[in-house]
């Protein structure tokens, strides 16, 4: 019982307060947005071309969104910054349950990028501002489990959903978001929350914020890694439901699984793999990553049924596991205290590959068979291992004696 406390005390309150609507607010979110391309493809018939545009627009508008929310961040506060995203995220769900046309969605799923870049940052930086360093890894990780908790369960009901009543989904997720907010607002205005955003501040102007990514070189190698690997990831949301539906009679209730079984394995698996890529460099960690991502994508291409499926799904998530902690880690590394924000915003630039993925995967789908996508497409993310070396060696360089970045 002591250990518990122990390890629960390691973190303030507020940290568990994000963790705790993390797996409520993500879990919603999985219950909608994976099967939003099936949506559109059902109810409004649209072309796989044309609902990857509609899918990408969320990341699209998340790459400058999270830059300038982190910014923002740095020089307002966290705190205004996290719960106007909740709250306006709260009604752009409402708004997909009224929505009844494609520019509509377009618009919505935008605003839903913008929203989530925002509080994404800025809910990373406040975590890193109230726990010590030694723990952050850790932080991390429990944050990255908490997502994939709600991600255990939301694709199953979402499953059902999707046949029975997609509208209701988007109403729960909608009232989800809204009583995390409410929530949120009662712990920030009654506990005391160390006034770490308010010391060690410097005037950074926007312009400086976006010459953070000229002058670090290992942080615009990471970003660029994971804009590649983004490419590959984002499959899995976007084209992967689109190829099981059109190549699998029960393809709908495969995908919902695969997403089911991906988000246990993250929850098993991540804190003893995560303490295991302890002995390595944080990208190097991430380029093992990219090999097994690109090795699960390649095996989607010979999916025939359940086992191939879920082989595939286990080598995406060994490699999920090994690179999105990894590069919060290399960032928080990376980042002087009074560019925390920034410098989280600033990593949101790899969402451009959450952007150009499913429309390329969505030309490629509608213009060729799907094995040559998944082929193609797995030949991509292998690219990102290049980048992550490249910034490997910054990352070394910079952490040698006398050696200073220049911001």
């Avoid at 044309?50 to 910014?71: E, Q």
């Avoid at 990514?213 to 490419?231: E, H, Q």
């Amino acid at each position: 019982m002591n250990k518990i406390k122990n390890y629960i005390g390691q973190f303030h309150t507020i940290i568990w307060v994000l963790l705790i609507g993390t797996v409520l607010s993500r879990g919603s979110a999985f219950m909608t947005l994976p099967f939003l391309s099936i949506y559109l493809s059902r109810h409004m018939d649209l072309p796989p071309l044309i609902i990857g545009i509609t899918v990408g627009m969320s990341p699209l508008m998340g790459t400058v969104g999270g830059f300038v929310g982190g910014h923002l961040s740095d020089r307002f506060g966290r705190k205004r910054v996290m719960l106007i995203s909740l709250f306006t995220l709260a009604f752009v769900y409402y708004g997909f349950t009224i929505a009844q046309s494609q520019g509509w969605f377009i618009l919505l799923n935008a605003l839903n990028g913008l929203c989530n870049s925002f509080f994404e940052p800025t809910s990373q930086a406040l975590m890193a501002d109230l726990t010590e360093k030694k723990n952050r890894m850790k932080a991390y990780s429990l944050r990255y489990t908490a997502i994939n908790i709600g991600a255990s369960v939301g694709p199953l009901v979402g499953a059902y959903l999707a046949t029975a009543s997609a509208k209701l989904s988007f109403t729960l997720t909608g009232t989800t978001y809204l009583l995390y907010a409410f929530v949120l607002v009662f712990f920030l205005s009654k506990l005391v929350v160390p006034q770490v955003e308010q010391t060690n501040k410097k005037s950074v102007s926007v312009g400086s914020a976006f010459r953070i990514i000229k002058t670090d070189r290992a942080l615009r190698y990471l970003i660029l890694g994971g804009i590649i690997v983004n490419m590959g990831y984002v499959q899995m949301d976007s084209n992967l439901p689109q190829f099981l539906q059109g190549k699998l009679e029960n393809g709908v209730v495969i995908f919902s699984v695969l997403l089911t079984v991906n988000a246990v394995m993250v929850v098993v698996l991540q804190m003893p793999i995560s303490h295991f890529a302890e002995r390595f460099k944080p990208m190097q960690a991430m380029v093992i990553g990219a090999l097994l991502m690109a090795a699960g994508l390649f095996s989607c291409s010979f999916i025939n049924g359940w086992l191939i499926a879920i082989i595939s799904m286990i080598f995406l998530t060994l490699g999920e596991i090994l690179i999105f902690p990894s590069s919060s880690l290399v960032i928080d590394q990376l980042a002087p205290e009074h560019l925390r924000g920034t410098y989280f915003g600033a990593g949101q630039f790899r969402k451009i590959g959450n952007f150009f993925g499913p429309i390329f995967g969505g030309y490629l789908l509608s213009h060729f068979h799907g094995q040559i996508m998944f082929w193609t497409i797995s030949i991509v993310t292998l690219g990102g291992i290049f980048f992550f070396q490249i910034g490997n060696q910054a990352f070394i360089k910079m952490k040698l004696p006398g050696v200073e970045k220049v911001l």
